[in-house]
């Protein structure tokens, strides 16, 4: 039996090439490795953390825009989950993933005033994050969705700094890495969730072909984060 040059590739197949794209994920960045091998300064350390909290605190904003998007119930039911993970619930049992981030920056000796007034925030993280939001406010959903799937590739990053920050950076207080910590188990649920979408979704060989591109988007946004705190913290 011969099959048309332009089949689909099989889930399985589409889901390899999906996270064959962790070769260019941000873990790769020649500053994340001086970060998680202990060769960041204090100032670059806290460069960095000050910085990611604009992504941050425009995840939630992103993942209201994909519900705005979505016509389907289902999947809003469980995407709102996202927004309430990041922003907490107000007597919530947790305070959300920003708090969090906040925290850390205590932990760090950052101010919390300080992070939220986005003061050290650089011109070309500001640009990445907000073409992020940006895709996601006038994307089709599921789009979106499929750019969200670099969290395929988060758990094992927040493992390297659980396992190498206390050793290498004794000077942030360990309950400030709890974010990295609580994101572990999130970033697999959510995953799971986004991967279906997308499998579902992008079902002929140009639109799996357009989801890769989606995911390299994504990628070159958080290289490009870090291209930019490089720039701004050089060794
Ligand atoms: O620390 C990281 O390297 C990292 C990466 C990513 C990612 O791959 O987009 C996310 C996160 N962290 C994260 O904490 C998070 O909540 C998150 C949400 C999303 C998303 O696209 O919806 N990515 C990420």
Not at 104 to 113: C, D, E, F, Q, T
Request: hydrophobic content about 40%.
């Amino acid at each position: 039996m011969s099959y048309p040059a332009t089949a689909p590739w099989t889930r399985g197949e589409f889901e390899e090439r999906l996270r064959d794209k962790s070769r260019g994920y941000h873990i790769h960045h020649p500053f994340n490795v001086r970060l998680n091998g202990g060769l960041c300064s204090p100032d670059q350390v806290r460069g960095w953390i000050a910085n990611r909290f604009y992504y941050q605190s425009l995840i939630p904003r992103k993942d209201a825009a994909i519900l705005l998007n979505c016509d389907d119930r289902a999947t809003r039911r469980l995407w709102v989950q996202r927004i309430l993970d990041h922003d907490g619930v107000p007597g919530g049992e947790s305070a959300g993933g920003i708090e969090a981030w906040v925290r850390l920056g205590s932990a760090a000796g950052i101010p919390p005033g300080e992070l939220w007034s986005l003061q050290h925030v650089v011109p070309g993280v500001r640009f990445a994050c907000d073409a992020y939001l940006d895709f996601a406010r006038r994307s089709p959903w599921q789009e979106a969705v499929c750019a969200s799937l670099t969290e395929m590739f988060a758990p094992r990053i927040h493992q390297d700094r659980l396992a190498g920050w206390p050793e290498h950076y004794p000077w942030i207080a360990p309950e400030g890495l709890a974010y990295f910590r609580s994101r572990i188990p999130l970033a697999r649920r959510d995953v799971e969730h986004g991967l279906a979408v997308t499998l579902d979704h992008f079902d002929t060989l140009e639109r799996q072909q357009r989801a890769l591109g989606i995911l390299q988007f994504k990628l070159d946004i958080l290289w490009a984060m870090l291209d930019a705190i490089e720039r701004a913290y050089p060794a």
